[in-house]
């Protein structure tokens, strides 16, 4: 009686209650009523198990950490269950308490008593997960492997697959229409002692099980989304393979994939069973989908192993027959070379160093081996392909001296080199040769004057950058405040207004984001050229959508504390790319000095400057002869200040614009602990533009008492910005403050900022940093260089 689908989840799916609500609500939304479910130990119990029999075996205590076992196992039918089923579930787990209470007492055990306690998780999570999709409504019955899978005794249980083959198909006829829920990693032999099916037995239980159940799909649910075309604990922009053939599959598995297992995949030869490997924690992600037939993949896949095992001899027989005999003993080697003089070196993994020794030397007669040595000291690095051949040249060039030749075989290329190189060699084997040129999208969001400036510049770089680069950064969002165009195939720099204007249609954010999702990029990089509070908000759905950010807009890197660190912590869990250089002083490179001061291991004490081009502007004009609310007046006919000018007087900007630069340096501090001197009168904060206007004069009288104290010293007034640490306090303020005539916020160019930094390094001659701190063009060019960095990062080898 077929069935259509068999549904695996690991220890790691179980890990706790809530894992086990998400697997139930998996089983009921990707599954059928009769579905078979395979089921690992849950979380760690197999290995609190083993430790156990380990402080068994040493004479410790063991009975507390018993208590500690079934402690976790009572708590998770407690969470999970109703009373009745509670209540059952309680009273086996107590016989099961007792019977292990039993095993552990005796003063030895045989290997089946070892295995039976080994086998109590798996026992547990069938146990728990039946109940809990009974409590959910549908049909469930739990049942030991034990009672299906016959096995005669050996370094690994080989399975009777005739015998197993008839208690499956007796099974299903027994459970129609329900969900059955079977113990992985055990079988049992002809007198129904437990044996375990070794590492990772559960993976191979199931597709073991569907073979023998004529099952068309199998679904390994685990931690990951899939097999990748690089492990991304080491590639940074690995991408999940959507299929695999069956032989490519074996390849990788065999070569290291932590993903995937050799003898897991042993049971699909010659079925029509395909595998698919996905993530119980986002079930609604991509996956890999192994077929059952001779495919070609999509990309070719690189893996790597940090550690190998070289082992070299002489032999006077014939190789192929040793290394077919080597097969046989599933010691099949990772690679071989041979070299004169009948010397030959076979690669294999560490944990099958010890057993192809034994067998080597074993045989050493038979096939005259001779001078057998061996060392650990190498890695291996690989790209599995049913193209491999065509990617022969390309990955030789990038053999250091120290490698192994290329090994070749029909899926794959092969080499050891030095462990310090597995790493780097596998960035640029991955870069050189897994798939086509990374493509970055880019999405603009604000289309005003320095979004039309940045797009001026990005036009005439965009083909010197996509060569640079080896890769395509192609413009193919653009959202203004009111209308957003997105194309996918790229807008046309030429011609981007024309299509603004003619194609794109009011927006919203869920709108927007279901448009990017099917944007056919590998990355996108959004360009915040905006100064909207609600955009800032929108920061953690771009990061949680694997969107990189650049800011021209400082709201975000000086909102509230919790949400800054929100964002930074976002950007930590996942490859994400956060940039914004251009929200304080343009396209001025302050956050890049500070990062790199920070980086050549100098402290830095205080941070300081002029970071308003307005203020600058009216104070470097400001010399008492003309009012000063004259000169705000004349700067904001020009233009140089914001329609309303209290947005500038106020210091707000420069305020957020320090702290942005306190975090920059490591410190978390939120607005309020820069203290603030605005130069907006009290009663002139409230009232209407009009009326400020109107009122200007209001400022005159202070300012000039000011100016006039501070020239009595041959002093000058500035507007400055200032952070010091001392000792363990900080003080941070934006103010009106009295300076030296020769100080470096003096004599600037109207409309300049200034940065003055000490450190460590840079005591009593500060690092300046000094420049046009606005303006459309530098801010656009700040803009354009924070994205060619986030471009670097993801591409670098």
Request: charged content about 20%; glycine content about 6%; aromatic content about 6%.
């Amino acid at each position: 009686m077929a069935r259509g689908h068999l549904h695996k989840f690991g220890g790691s799916s179980l890990a706790d209650a809530d894992c086990y609500r998400r697997v139930a609500h998996i089983l009921l939304t990707h599954g059928n009523s009769d579905d078979l479910v395979v089921v690992s130990a849950a979380g760690k119990t197999t290995n609190f198990l083993y430790k156990l029999l380990k402080l068994r075996e040493e004479g410790q205590l063991w009975q507390e950490e018993l208590q500690v076992l079934i402690s976790f196992q009572q708590k998770l039918i407690e969470q999970l269950l109703s009373n009745q089923q509670a209540r059952d579930l309680r009273e086996r787990l107590s016989t099961d308490k007792a019977q292990l209470m039993s095993l552990l007492s005796l003063p030895s055990r045989n290997s089946y008593q070892l295995n039976q306690v080994v086998s109590f998780g798996e026992r547990w999570s069938a146990r728990l997960m039946a109940a809990l999709l009974r409590e959910s409504g549908v049909g469930a019955s739990n049942v030991d492997a034990c009672a299906i899978l016959l096995a005669d005794e050996g370094g690994v249980p080989n399975i009777r697959l005739a015998e197993s083959h008839d208690k499956v198909q007796a099974l299903l006829a027994k459970h129609p229409n329900e969900r059955v829920i079977i113990t992985g990693f055990i079988c049992a032999n002809d007198k129904g002692d437990t044996l375990l099916l070794g590492r990772n037995g559960s993976d191979y239980s199931a597709t073991l099980i569907a073979s023998l159940a004529d099952i068309g799909r199998v679904t390994i649910w685990t931690d990951v989304e899939g097999v990748f075309n690089a492990d991304p604990n080491k590639i940074n922009d690995a991408r999940l393979l959507n299929s695999l053939s069956l032989a490519e599959a074996d390849k990788l598995a065999h070569l290291g994939s932590p993903v995937l297992h050799c003898r897991t995949l042993q049971p699909l030869f010659n079925t029509k069973v395909s595998l698919a490997v996905r993530s119980s924690y986002a079930s609604h992600t991509d996956f890999t989908l192994i077929a059952p037939q001779s495919s070609s993949a999509s990309a070719p896949v690189v893996t790597s192993l940090n550690k190998v095992a070289l082992l070299s001899f002489k032999i006077g027989g014939s190789l192929d027959a040793l290394i077919s005999l080597l097969k046989e003993q599933t010691l099949t080697p990772l690679a071989s070379w041979s070299y004169a003089q009948q010397k030959v070196e076979l690669a294999f993994t560490v944990e099958n160093k010890e057993l192809v020794e034994q067998l080597l030397s074993s045989k050493a007669q038979e096939f005259e081996i001779s001078a057998l040595n061996s060392h650990t000291d190498m890695g291996l690095v690989a790209l599995v392909s049913a193209d491999a051949k065509l990617f022969h040249r390309s990955f030789a060039r990038l053999l250091s001296r120290d490698a192994k030749p290329v090994f070749e075989d029909a899926l794959s290329l092969v080499t050891l080199v030095p462990q310090a190189q597995v790493n780097l060699l596998t960035q640029k084997v991955h870069r050189r040769c897994a798939g086509p040129r990374m493509r970055i999208g880019v999405l603009l969001l604000g289309v005003g004057n320095i979004g039309e400036a940045w797009i001026n510049l990005f036009k005439r770089s965009s083909t010197m950058l996509n060569r640079e680069l080896e890769a395509t950064v192609e413009l193919v969002g653009l959202v203004s405040s009111k209308k957003a165009l997105i194309i996918e195939q790229g807008i046309e720099l030429d011609c981007w207004q024309q299509q603004f204007e003619q194609d794109a249609n009011e927006w919203n954010y869920e709108h927007l984001f279901e448009q990017l999702e099917n944007v056919n990029c590998d990355e996108i990089v959004a360009l915040d050229i905006s100064a909207s509070a609600q955009l800032t908000q929108q920061y953690p759905e771009l990061f949680s959508r694997g969107v990189h950010v650049v800011s021209a807009n400082k709201l975000a890197g000086s909102g509230p504390l919790p949400f800054y660190q929100e964002l930074k912590q976002q950007l930590s869990n996942r490859r994400l790319f956060w940039r914004y250089n251009a929200s304080c002083g343009a396209g001025l490179p302050i956050q890049h000095a500070l990062n790199d001061l920070h980086n050549s291991g100098d402290n830095i004490e205080a941070v300081g400057g002029i970071f308003s081009g307005t203020l600058c502007w009216l104070f470097e004009h400001y010399n008492g002869q003309k009012p000063f609310s004259e000169l705000v007046t004349q700067a904001r006919v020009l233009g140089i200040t914001e329609p309303d000018p209290r947005d500038d007087l106020s210091g707000r900007d420069m305020q957020r614009k320090l702290l942005i630069l306190a975090r920059e340096i490591g410190l978390s501090i939120e607005l309020e602990d820069i203290k603030l001197q605005s130069l907006v009168p009290d009663a002139l904060v409230d009232v209407s533009l009009d009326e400020f206007l109107a009122r200007i004069d209001e400022l005159d009288a202070d300012l000039l008492q000011q100016f006039n104290a501070a020239a009595e010293q041959d002093k000058v007034l500035r507007y400055v910005a200032s952070l010091e640490k001392e000792a363990d306090k900080l003080v941070a303020e934006v103010s009106m403050q009295w300076v030296d005539q020769n100080h470096p916020y003096t004599n600037l160019t109207p409309g300049d900022n200034v940065f003055v930094i000490r450190s460590a390094f840079y005591q009593g001659n500060p690092l300046i940093i000094r420049g046009p701190g606005a303006g459309r063009e530098v801010t656009a060019a700040a803009v354009q260089s924070d994205l060619v960095h986030i471009c670097k990062d993801l591409l670098q080898e």
